[in-house]
């Protein structure tokens, strides 16, 4: 078998030269035959046998480094004497060339010397051919050309900005070359091209929103920044790094939005206050947009939308103080009307209205930020806990509730409008501090409701409670709930009562129809209790009544609320018979004049058992009111404890039934009273309650503790607290630490 001939390295290296010469004068685009694939192999099996020699014959090290060195060659003879003279676009063009063709020469060069990748290479850990070519462009071409390329780079971005077209491909192409040299890192693209990117970026906004806040709106100029901020992310994804996203939104949101933020906001007749007072809601949506870009930057915003909410809460607050107060001036010595009245009404619904409006602003404008439902909140808790012509918000949506649950109420609406108006006012109920205000007085107006049938659905009061009770808990409603559950029991009773008296007492019939309500004294409000001396009539109702109940029902005891009653009495007049709805305070006095032509005050107050005060209201509804159905002498317009009536005998009206009216007593201060009262006891309750658990507190943490939990039904006072806890260690629930006087002890 013959040996293989040695291949002398010149010898060898020759054949290989006059190859490389060849690729390099395709890669000039010389008139030059491509490599047949005898050519190729012939190129190849030259390296190979040059590295498969035995020692002193592998040539595998000189090849590997005259490999390297014919690109260096390349790249003095023909590739930086072709850049050199180009500049800008031209240069940019001519180095994509380049390196276009460097890939070329590497991808051949490669494969001739292949053998050296596959044994040589790994064998002493050196870099790849691949990598070898490519770290010669990197370090004889890059190096030498970046910055030129660069700064071409940059001007073509910044005619870009300036609106004239461009080559993306060719900057996309030489960004390409950029991030191929770093070689599966991005330091090169990141230290020559992004760094410099960045402050040229910076430094062209700055001057462009220098001009901007001068010469612009406020929507203006935030149309600007919005387009500006699309145009830089489409130059992302059109030629550069997506890794460059982030930091180049980040320059341009610096120097177009957070460097001019409060300057833009403020601007006079454009700024955030001006668009929210105008319902330029786009532009706020763009603001929005645009600011919650930056850190901290919808905080201003947000406290804009605050300011301007309250400012539009204490206008209406404003409106509804003058109505009233004009209201009171034109009834000046009239008798006050029920809950109700023209300006609460609107009140009511025109912050309803508001709530919606801004509501609105949060979810399309401000996308349901959390940040604007916080500041929407607090606007609203702002002006909502304001007094209203002396009466709190609490009291006056007790009323508007009233108004739209009462039969024959002020407002017109379908049943689907009465429920979702419902909803409304129950939802600005989370802004009222003083919860449990508006729940004794919405269960003032519910027992009137329902005592007097007045209430114009059970259906809505049923729908009422039970948002109610979603708000504010089961603790909130269980009154008025078993008031709602009272009404029906009563009627079963009633319906009980019926038969009763049809089996049992058919031989004593009553001198008139009576229907009785038996109500739960806990669900209740509490109720001023008069022994009125009832006609006989009325007596044997009752007692008859008391045979029934004490019959069916044991271990219970029957009060009578006689203020809540109603009469209907047919009074026989000179002129026609008609048909009187009154009070039962009313109706006994009527009937006293049956027996009597002409009675006193004092006599009226004798026989009917009544304070003074009750006799003078029922008189002169009587007698000095729009139906003078008693005849008073003196006649006046006031009654005194000298005056005497007797009946009215010519008394007419075209109506044959009509309601006689009692004044109205103002119940608002003794539903003060009783909820003050209510507050001592839930306060009381909440102190023992934390201490028992605690055992030893200190003064601050208590109070603090017993605010937190009351916080949902009213907003407890310190002071009142104070002297709760003063009382309570009166009457030895608990004790001051005798080295500590701020530390509180359990006694149990």
Not at 352 to 358: G, Q
Not at 548 to 558: A, V
Not at 594 to 618: A, K
Request: hydrophobic content about 35%; some cysteine.
């Amino acid at each position: 078998m013959n040996e293989r001939r040695v291949v002398d390295l010149e010898d060898g290296w020759s054949h290989m030269a006059s190859g490389i010469s060849k690729l390099k004068r395709l890669l000039e685009g010389e008139n030059e035959t491509s490599f047949n694939a005898e050519q190729y192999m012939m190129l190849y099996t030259t390296i190979y046998n040059m590295c498969t020699q035995k020692p002193p014959h592998d040539y595998s090290e000189q090849l590997y480094n005259r490999y390297r060195d014919c690109f260096s060659l390349y790249i003095t003879e023909k590739v930086l004497p072709a850049l050199k003279d180009k500049k800008d676009e031209y240069l940019l063009k001519e180095l994509l060339k380049r390196w276009d063709n460097h890939k070329v020469m590497v991808r051949w060069l490669s494969r001739f010397f292949n053998y050296l990748d596959r044994y040589y290479i790994p064998r002493h850990s050196l870099h790849s051919l691949k990598d070898v070519g490519l770290l010669r462009f990197r370090d004889d071409v890059y190096s030498e050309m970046k910055r030129k390329a660069r700064d071409a780079i940059l001007q073509l971005i910044e005619l870009e900005r300036e609106g004239e077209q461009i080559d993306r491909t060719l900057l996309k192409n030489i960004l390409g070359i950029f991030i191929e040299v770093g070689m599966s890192q991005m330091t090169c693209y990141q230290q020559d091209f992004e760094s410099q990117l960045l402050k040229t970026t910076a430094e062209y906004y700055k001057r462009k929103a220098a001009v901007w806040i001068e010469e612009d709106s406020c929507p203006d100029y935030m149309i600007k920044a919005e387009d500006c901020l699309k145009l830089e992310e489409e130059r992302v994804s059109n030629y550069m790094h997506q890794s460059s996203r982030t930091s180049l939104l980040k320059e341009v949101e610096t120097e177009i939005l957070q460097q001019h933020q409060t300057t833009l906001l403020e601007k006079e007749q454009s700024g955030c206050a001006a668009l929210l007072q105008d319902d330029k809601k786009s532009d706020l949506a763009r603001m929005y947009r645009l600011f919650q870009r930056i850190p901290k930057g919808l905080e201003p915003v947000a406290e804009s939308f605050k300011k301007h909410v309250e400012s539009e809460g204490m206008k209406l607050v404003k409106e509804a103080t003058e109505a009233a107060t004009a209201k009171k001036d034109k009834d000046a010595g009239k008798p006050s009307k029920d809950s109700g009245s023209a300006w609460e009404q609107h009140f009511v619904r025109e912050v309803i209205e508001l709530h919606d409006k801004y509501m609105l602003y949060v979810s399309d404008c401000f996308a349901n930020s959390s940040l604007f439902h916080k500041a929407l909140k607090e606007a609203f808790e702002f002006f909502c806990n304001k007094n209203v012509a002396g009466s709190s918000t609490a009291e006056l949506m007790a009323n508007f509730c009233d108004n739209l649950l009462r039969k024959g109420g002020g407002e017109k609406l379908t049943d689907e409008a009465i429920e979702d108006t419902l909803e409304k006012v129950v939802k600005l109920l989370a802004y009222i501090s003083d919860k449990d205000l508006f729940a004794e007085f919405y269960r003032k107006k519910l027992a009137r409701r329902l005592l007097h049938d007045r209430s114009s659905s059970d259906e809505h009061e049923r729908s009422i409670l039970s948002r109610l009770k979603q708000q504010c808990g089961a603790q909130f409603t269980s009154k008025m709930e078993g008031m709602v559950t009272d009404l029906q029991l009563a009627r079963d009773k009633q319906q009980g009562f019926e038969d009763w008296k049809r089996e049992n007492a058919a031989d004593k019939p009553l001198a008139m129809d009576l229907q009785v309500t038996v109500l739960t004294t806990g669900f209740w409000p509490s109720y001023k209790h008069v022994d009125l001396a009832l006609p006989q009539e009325m007596v044997d109702g009752v007692e008859q009544f008391k045979e029934f109940y004490e019959h069916n029902t044991k271990h219970r005891k029957l009060g009578w609320v006689y203020a809540l009653g109603t009469c209907h009495i047919k009074a026989n007049f000179d002129a026609k018979p008609i048909e009187l709805i009154l009070s039962t305070f009313q109706a006994s006095l009527l009937l006293l004049f049956n027996t009597d032509e002409e009675l006193s005050y004092s006599e009226i107050q004798e026989r009917l058992r009544v304070p003074e005060e009750d006799v003078t209201r029922l008189t002169h509804s009587l007698s000095c009111a729009k139906y003078k159905i008693l005849n008073k002498s003196p006649a006046s317009k006031t009654v005194s404890k000298t005056d005497n009536f007797s009946m009215n005998k010519k008394f007419t009206d075209r109506m044959r039934r009509i309601r006689v009216p009692l004044p109205p007593i103002d119940e608002r201060k003794k539903v003060i009273e009783d909820l003050d009262k209510d507050r001592r006891y839930a306060v009381d309750a909440a102190i023992v309650r934390t201490m028992k658990s605690r055992k030893v507190l200190q003064h601050q943490q208590l109070t603090m503790e017993v605010v937190q939990q009351l916080s949902r039904m009213f907003k407890a006072d310190f002071k009142l607290i104070k002297k709760r806890i003063e009382d309570l260690m009166g009457r030895d629930y608990l004790e001051r630490d005798k080295d500590n006087p701020n530390l509180l002890r359990y006694l149990a």
